[in-house]
């Protein structure tokens, strides 16, 4: 209970007046029990003095010349009060006394009489005035008791005047008094601590307020005010505890704004974001991360995640690597790079590790494309460069001076120069298309006067090879925005494929088909086919499916590649379907002028 501050007030304010009242009313009883027994001291010597003054025989130098007179005196003459007794005691050997208020007690030694104390009288022996307050057994009572030497007119001590006074009603009235200081202070203890309850209330209520919004504001509540209900100390507290409120409410505001910004940007971002601390359990993971790891909802530790993938980026890795680096996964279909640093705890302390994978899946395939381009560059003119160096070495050592030998090297001679140039000029347009440096003049076509051209000029290269090449034209509107020398590259190139990889007697059939919003060209062959593996590499460069079939029949690896490019640029589509040793049928849709 004493724990509550509000007690504790009490506490303090109950002892004060406790002691307050306990000192006062010490001090008080004290003084008052004083001054009463003072008085009564007075009064004592006063009645002392009127006894002698009120009997002559009293005033004698000797008296035991007139016992009976001083006797009568005391016994008749004096008004005593009702709890006080008299003892004249003459100064003789014995200490007689020869006069008391009591009777009977007359000619007893003072030293036998039990209402008389001895201590008293023996301290008024030396001539001076002897008192004191005794409890008496007999009367069961407080005593006062006086011994008052008288001397005579040389000086001599002729007797005593002992008064015994019952002084119970000093000590009762100071009883009483103190009685009343108990109730009053039992009173005053009671209200104070009322009061102090009330008081303290004032004090320890807004404090508990504090606390219960505190408390709540702890719990994310920061909708808290405090009433101000005064000017004081606890009202500045207040004061300062809204002004508080209002700034963490702002502070939390910012910061819910910036976490929802975070998370939102976590969230949606392309690279994955993991973070762990220093023992390895995940702190975060955005979905991306998720994805790529393969996270599963028991997953929570770090190594136990990342050892599906790599066992190089174990956490004890990281370590040893001083929390910071570079590292490459590859997946099955996909490649990341892995960039980790540390991040701090609120001690500027590593608290552990964020790891961002950032997909370089097309990057490294574009490396390793350029990587295969240069070595197929470099294959593609090596070869009849080196069937020219060697040919023309021949012609030099000798050869010209056979003609046909001569004419057969300078016919291959000729054959790979036109390859060259063919392998240059192809490179040329597909170096403008990737840089965007090839102007096409779009403008409107008829695919039927385009194919009849292609046909045509093709015609005789399949009756070479007694290939049948049946055209088939759609008399309805077939009319596209194209470039004209792009469509006829396209349609020369992919033909010419079909006529090239088809074998003697074999048929190559062009149709010509005007749908609602494209225009399709099929170009269907009877050849060799391309096996399933392949079809998604026909369209990269020098990808051959029969790469000594190809160069034998002049090709360059480049002829579709550089159709789908003209293709792409002109929004339009090339699809491919075969089947080995059955044939290949390639589609072109092209987006349909309509008007």
Not at 15 to 28: C, K, Q
Not at 80 to 89: A, H, W
Not at 234 to 240: A, D, Y
């Amino acid at each position: 209970m004493f724990k509550s501050i509000r007690w504790r007030f009490v506490l303090i304010y109950f002892l004060l007046i406790f002691l307050a009242m306990t000192i006062v009313g010490f001090f008080i009883v004290t003084q008052f029990e004083k001054i009463q027994l003072d008085l009564n001291s007075k009064n004592i010597k006063a009645r002392v003095t009127s006894i002698y003054a009120s009997s002559s025989a009293m005033q004698q130098n000797d008296w035991i010349k007139d016992v009976e007179s001083i006797r009568r005196n005391v016994q008749n003459n004096i008004q005593l009060g009702y709890n006080e007794n008299v003892y004249i005691i003459l100064n003789d050997m014995n200490k007689t006394i020869i006069a008391s208020s009591i009777t009977g007690l007359e000619e007893y030694s003072a030293y036998n009489v039990e209402r008389i104390s001895s201590e008293i009288l023996t301290r008024s022996l030396n001539g001076t005035t002897a008192e004191t307050i005794l409890y008496s057994e007999l009367e069961d009572a407080q005593i006062s008791h006086v011994s008052y030497p008288v001397k005579n007119d040389d000086g001599d001590i002729k007797g005593y005047i002992y008064l015994t006074n019952d002084i119970s009603y000093i000590y009762a009235t100071v009883n009483q008094s103190k009685d009343m200081f108990t109730q009053a202070t039992v009173i005053a203890l009671f209200l104070t601590i009322v009061l102090g309850l009330i008081i303290s209330k004032s004090i320890t209520g807004p404090i508990k307020e504090l606390t219960i919004k505190t408390k709540q504001m702890s719990q994310g509540n920061f909708d808290q005010k405090v009433d101000i209900k005064s000017d004081d100390e606890i009202g500045h507290l207040g004061k300062m505890f809204n002004f508080l409120i209002d700034e963490l409410k702002m502070s939390m505001a910012r910061l819910t704004q910036e976490k929802s910004k975070m998370e939102t940007t976590f969230t949606y971002m392309a690279d994955g974001i993991l973070t762990v601390d220093k023992k390895g359990d995940i702190i975060h993971i955005n979905p991306v991360a998720k994805r790529i790891l393969a996270v599963k909802i028991k997953d929570i530790y770090y190594d136990q995640i990342i050892s599906r993938k790599t066992h190089d980026l174990y956490l004890d890795k990281i370590k040893e690597n001083n929390w910071n680096g570079t590292y490459v996964l590859e997946t099955e279909k996909e490649t990341y790079k892995v960039d980790y640093a540390p991040f701090m705890d609120g001690q500027n302390q590593i608290g552990g590790v964020i790891l961002v994978f950032k997909n370089i899946t097309e990057q490294f395939k574009m490396e390793k494309l350029q990587k295969e381009f240069v070595a197929n560059v470099s294959h593609e003119l090596k070869t009849p460069i080196t069937t020219i160096k060697s040919y023309t070495e021949t012609l030099l050592e000798g050869a010209l001076e056979e003609k046909d030998v001569a004419t057969d090297f300078l016919k291959v001679i000729n054959s790979e120069s036109d390859r060259m140039s063919r392998l240059v000029s192809d490179l040329l347009k597909l170096s403008r298309m990737d840089h965007e440096e090839t102007t096409w003049t779009k403008e409107k076509l008829s695919i039927n006067e385009i194919v009849k051209d292609t046909h045509t000029k093709l015609l005789l290269q399949a009756k070479n090879k007694n290939i049948s090449m049946p055209c088939s034209l759609d008399s309805r509107n077939s009319n596209v925005l194209f470039d004209k020398d792009g469509l006829e590259q396209i349609l020369l190139n992919i033909v010419g494929n079909a006529i090239k990889y088809t074998p003697e007697g074999g048929e190559v059939s062009i149709n010509v088909s005007a749908e609602t919003s494209n225009v399709i060209l099929t170009i269907k062959d009877s050849g060799i086919g391309i096996p399933k593996d392949d079809l998604n590499h026909v369209f990269e460069r020098f990808y051959r499916v029969d790469k000594a079939r190809t160069r034998q029949m002049g090709g360059t690896g480049l002829g579709l590649s550089i159709a789908d490019q003209i293709a792409r640029a002109h929004d339009s589509e090339i699809e491919i379907n075969s089947e080995l040793h059955v044939g290949t049928t390639v589609v072109i849709k092209i987006p349909k002028l309509l008007k």
